[in-house]
Nanobody
Framework: QVQLVESGGRLVQAGGSLRLSCAAS????????MGWFRQAPGKEREFVTT????????YYADSVKGRFTISRDNAKNTVNLQMNSLKPEDTAVYYC???????????????WGQGTQVTVSS
C-alpha cells in the first residue's frame, strides 16, 4: 500500500514557475514508477509526466516537454514536478500517482494522491 500526498499548488501568473511535491508513505516507494497527471475543469484526466522507479527514465507529454521536469528522491520518498514557463492552459488539479507498469511512457497507476490545484492567470 502506498499513500500519496501532494503539495505546492497555488495561483501563479503566466510565465511563472511552480514546484509541486508528492510525499509517499510505505517502504516500497523505490519499487514504483511515479507520475503526474492533471485534470482541467470539464476535461478528462490527462498524462503529464512519468519517472521510472530508479529515476533513470523520464517521459513527458508534448504539451509540457521542455517546460516541466520530474525528479524523485528515493531516500526521502518524494517526487517533484518543476513547472516553468507556465501557461493558463496548465491550470488544473495535479495528481501524483504510483504504479508498477509504464506503457508507452505512460504510467499505469495503482495509487493516486488527492490532488493539488494549480491556477495560472493570464
Amino acid at each position: 500500500q502506498v499513500q500519496l500526498v501532494e503539495s505546492g499548488g497555488r495561483l501563479v501568473q503566466a510565465g511563472g514557475s511552480l514546484r509541486l511535491s508528492c510525499a509517499a508513505s510505505g517502504r516500497t516507494f523505490g519499487a514504483y514508477a511515479m507520475g503526474w497527471f492533471r485534470q482541467a475543469p470539464g476535461k478528462e484526466r490527462e498524462f503529464v509526466t512519468t519517472i521510472s522507479a530508479s529515476g533513470g527514465s523520464t517521459y513527458y507529454a508534448d504539451s509540457v516537454k521542455g517546460r516541466f521536469t520530474i525528479s524523485r528522491d528515493n531516500a526521502k520518498n518524494t517526487v517533484n514536478l518543476q513547472m516553468n514557463s507556465l501557461k493558463p492552459e496548465d491550470t488544473a488539479v495535479y495528481y501524483c500517482a504510483a504504479g508498477l507498469a509504464i506503457v508507452g511512457g505512460r504510467l499505469r497507476p495503482n495509487y493516486w494522491g488527492q490532488g493539488t490545484q494549480v491556477t495560472v492567470s493570464s
